[in-house]
């Protein structure tokens, strides 16, 4: 009975905002099945009502009898009362249930007129709270959640779910409450770097993020933490404090290994010992690693040193010991007329092994569409493709832009190779791309290579059946592998007849 109450009024709790009848809901869940809730909310045809059905409430009506249930209930406890939250009291459920049950198809707002639910959570605050706080979210109503959160102790959850419903309504005031709230009550197992909590008061409210770190801070002993006072130092950055920050960021370099939020707040408080700082991470071999130099660059382009970042990042690009992928995103976004160069002459020094050609075209073709050189652009993206027609980010690009073309291209190509590994895959691919013509044609072509194969047979039956690769659990083989790396939409393998395949990245 009492996992079927709580089914119960969950259920009712969504079904009133709604407007599906209590009665509906509740019934299955008192006796143990959910067929009547199933049949409640599962779309069907219009059907006829029976002859005693009651209206529907409308939400106006709901929100007026809820607050003066809110009010009730406040009136009759005490503001600096605060309780744990348990699941709702078994006692209060099962009378609230059985007092469902009898009234069939009453809205809640019956219920509450009646006083039967009032009785019902007259000895169980804690039930109430969260009875009163789901329905208000659930109806869309989060500042009237915020007043039920502040007068109960609810779960840390509710706290984060409120703050994003206030939020997302413009009230970032009451976000920021709610997320305090939940802070101070929770502060035992409050993780800050949760980005619905720390990292979300940081954003929208810093003078409450810092009190309220602070709090939790002294909840914790106040012992000195890298991390969090790394936090405390950016956020006093933020309210023009530096020189506050400055000694807490000493206290970190000191104690620990600064991360890169402690980099960044040490460039807004004290630019010149942060650019030696960095600089000194460049010498020897720090001048490979990526990371040290993306940091710097991200420091002259914060302090708007535009040419000096020019020099940095061409340094970089000339490097013959370096990855080009390395810091494709931010050159990409920051200097993509260096990093096409960069990009032309590698393909232009390829020897013969030409197995990173299709990688530098995909990029090559990322850094010309920035540049505004969209047939460029298309260009590459095909001579990637004709070397590899799976190549995943490839043929993601072109898919997104001319589904016609991307398909045209990878299957000249896989006719050129002529094997039913490579036939199947371009079969998957029209599949789902909702293609079924195409991707029997593209099965038919793998089992006249591999007649044996019992696999082709499976696939054709499942293009006439309308299913996509999506809907088959993928198959995964082992093997040597290949020279070079051929990738597929979707993160497939793809069996070649040779026993290879094609890995993925």
């Known amino acids: ?125 804690d039930g109430t709270g969260e009875f009163l706080f789901q329905t208000y979210m659930r109806a869309g109503l989060p500042q009237d959640a915020l007043r039920v959160l502040r007068a109960h102790d ?4 509710s706290s984060a779910e409120v703050a994003q419903a206030l939020l997302a309504a413009g009230d970032r005031a009451g976000a920021s409450e709610a997320l305090v709230l939940g802070l101070e009550r929770h502060a035992e197992d409050f993780d800050w770097r949760d980005p619905r909590w720390g990292p979300n008061l940081e954003r929208h409210d810093p003078a ?10 002294a909840r914790h002993g106040d012992e000195p933490d890298a991390r969090m006072d790394t936090r405390r130092a950016a956020l006093l950055a933020r309210l023009g404090r530096g020189e506050e920050a400055r000694g807490l960021l000493d206290w970190v370099w000191r104690n620990s ?67 080009y992928r390395e810091g494709a995103d931010f050159l ?4 993509p007329a260096l990093y096409a160069d960069a990009l032309q002459r590698r393909l232009s020094a390829l020897s013969t092994d030409r197995s990173a050609a299709p990688d530098l075209f995909a990029q090559l073709a990322l850094a010309q569409e920035r540049l505004g050189d969209r047939a460029g652009a298309y260009e590459s993206c095909l001579r990637a493709l004709a070397d590899n027609p799976f190549h995943d980010q490839a043929a993601s690009w072109l898919m997104e832009r001319d589904p016609s073309r991307y398909f045209a291209t990878a299957e000249e190509t896989v006719r050129r190779w002529n094997d039913d590994g490579a036939w199947g895959s371009l079969g998957d691919q029209y ?32 293009a006439n059946a309308g299913l996509s690769p999506h809907n088959w659990a993928p198959q995964i083989w082992s093997s040597q592998g290949l020279p070079g790396s051929v990738f597929m939409l979707g ?5 070649l007849s040779n026993g290879a395949i094609f890995k993925t990245k």
């Open 154 to 157: 609810l779960p840390a959850e």
């Open 332 to 335: 990409l976004a920051e200097r």
């Open 257 to 323: 290994e600064p991360n890169e939020l402690a980099w960044r707040t040490l460039g807004d408080v004290d630019p010149k010992l942060a650019e030696s700082r960095m600089l000194a991470t460049l010498a020897g071999d720090g001048v490979r690693d990526w990371e040290n130099q993306a940091r710097y660059m991200g420091f002259l382009r914060d302090q708007g040193r535009g040419e000096e970042l020019t020099r940095a990042a061409s340094a970089w690009l000339e490097r013959e010991d370096v990855d």
């Open 431 to 462: 599949l789902a791309a909702g293609r079924r013509d195409d991707a029997r044609r593209a099965f038919e072509e793998a089992r006249r290579i591999a007649p044996d194969d019992d696999e082709w047979n499976q696939r054709i039956a499942m």
């Open 208 to 217: 409450g993020a810092l009190a309220a770190l602070e709090r939790w801070k």
């Open 1 to 125: 009975m009492k996992i079927g109450s709580r089914v119960a009024w969950t259920a009712a709790a969504v079904g009133l905002v709604i407007g599906i009848p209590v009665g509906a809901l509740c019934a299955g869940a008192l006796r143990g099945s959910s067929a009547p809730l199933d049949d409640a909310i599962a779309p069907r045809a219009p059907r006829a009502a029976p002859a005693d059905a009651a209206p529907t409430g409308d939400p106006s009506a709901l929100r007026a009898e809820l607050d003066r249930l809110r009010d009730e209930l406040a009136a009759r406890t005490q503001e600096s009362a605060r309780v744990a939250v348990e699941p709702l009291g078994a006692r209060a459920l099962e009378a609230s249930a059985a007092h469902a049950g009898a009234v069939g198809t009453d809205e809640l707002a019956r219920l509450i007129e009646s006083g039967a639910l009032y009785a019902a959570f007259s000895a169980d605050a």
């Open 491 to 495: 993160g497939q393998q793809v069996k």
